[in-house]
């Protein structure tokens, strides 16, 4: 089958694009964002000089064009017309209609929470004033907005399935899709990660690894739900270390958070003002390949987020194989028919009891690190999810 995928948001189309191909499938790529964390160079350095026949660049297009849906968006659009099926993403979403084929869409936050809700018209026109707003132009960009709204919507309600964290996750988004008529026979889950290769458990009286991947910077706003849980978390999480450091003052262990950034990332500015300069330290990954390849070179993955949101490099450290410490909460437990295998800790000195057990005994993190690995093997293969939801359509 041939397989059109319209968006690359956190480089998911990409990670899709290479899964289909092992199914058996060909696969295509629109891109539609001009950050690297959205494109395949932000993904691997090897993408840096040139993109495969199979990705078209439509980075250079704004959103004021997909908003009018101007002929420029004419050749991405027949570059995905020999399709049989669709999978779109971010503004790829509101063109559904325009190729009349069957598809899903993979939500990644802005898509569904700013584009597919109606009401977000009054934060896109709040910092009109009352002239403009009155006059003959604003009316016309009130109602081109109105507009691009509703097909986002339309197209979210009518697609074949919604690829989006489970119910419980994001209440706010589980209110939208509940609005559209999206039941949960509709949504699917996918876990989408890279699966480097993990490397051997550090014995004891070694200095341990200890890896906390920040999330990307990148030029739209985080869900309030999600800077929240990550505010916090990596907040909870320097306080843990630093009790930790109190309870094993000599404790031979490096942390490393890594972002994919400068220093100037609130992020970067914690760490600096933690105190804790003899064993934490800022690093910058500059591509989602880098951080995953530091996470699985990683004894321990320090999870920054709180529940009920976890991380990417979460879900990369299990399925590295490493022993995670975080919290996956409730609503993504209830997805598997196992236990998710990490250290649960939900608050400083969880965290510092946690890490202290792993640090004092390579049997622990061995046998974690082995549940982890095993748990991925089955439920994590991103071919093997996707070939699920294929089976469902």
Request: proline share 6%.
């Amino acid at each position: 089958m041939r397989i059109g995928i319209y968006g690359n948001d956190n480089n998911l189309g990409l990670l899709y694009a290479a899964a289909l191909v092992q199914l058996g499938h060909s696969a295509k790529l629109v891109l539609t964002r001009a950050h690297a964390a959205h494109r395949p160079e932000g993904f691997d350095e090897r993408f840096r000089t040139s993109y495969p026949d199979w990705i078209f660049d439509a980075g250079q297009h704004q959103y004021a064009e997909y908003i009018c849906q101007t002929p420029r968006l004419g050749d991405a659009l027949n570059f995905l017309d020999d399709c049989d099926l669709l999978v779109l993403n971010h503004v790829g979403i509101s063109l559904a209609a325009l190729w009349a084929k069957p598809y899903v869409c993979l939500l990644t936050g802005v898509d569904l929470l700013v584009m597919g809700d109606i009401r977000s018209i009054y934060d896109l026109t709040a910092g009109w004033d009352a002239s403009f707003r009155r006059s003959a132009a604003g009316r016309l960009n009130e109602r081109t907005w109105l507009r691009f709204l509703a097909r986002q919507r339309d197209a979210i309600s009518a697609a074949a399935a919604v690829i989006h964290p489970p119910r419980g996750v994001m209440p706010r988004a589980d209110a939208l899709l509940d609005e559209l008529g999206v039941d949960d026979d509709r949504r699917e889950l996918v876990v989408a990660v890279p699966q480097p290769r993990a490397a051997a458990v550090t014995a004891g009286g070694e200095r341990l690894r200890v890896v906390c991947v920040t999330p990307p910077r990148w030029p739209d706003s985080l869900p309030a739900a999600v800077t929240v849980a990550y505010e916090t978390g990596l907040d909870a999480l320097l306080t843990g270390i630093r009790t930790f450091r109190t309870l094993r003052p000599n404790a031979p262990i490096d942390v490393n958070v890594i972002g994919d950034d400068a220093d100037e990332t609130p992020a970067a500015r914690l760490v600096a003002e933690s105190g804790l300069d003899e064993c934490v330290s800022w690093r910058v990954g500059p591509t989602v390949a880098a951080r995953a390849e530091a996470i699985a070179g990683a004894d321990i993955v320090l999870d920054p987020f709180r529940a009920p949101v976890c991380s990417p490099a979460a879900w990369t450290g299990v399925a590295a194989g490493r022993p995670v410490i975080g919290e996956f909460g409730d609503a993504w437990g209830r997805c598997f028919a196992e236990p998710i295998p990490a250290c649960s800790a939900d608050g400083p000195d969880a965290i510092a009891r946690t890490l202290t057990e792993l640090c004092d005994d390579a049997g622990i993190r061995q046998g974690v690190a082995t549940r982890a690995r095993r748990f991925a093997l089955k439920h994590l293969s991103l071919p093997g999810q996707l070939e699920r939801v294929l089976a469902t359509l």
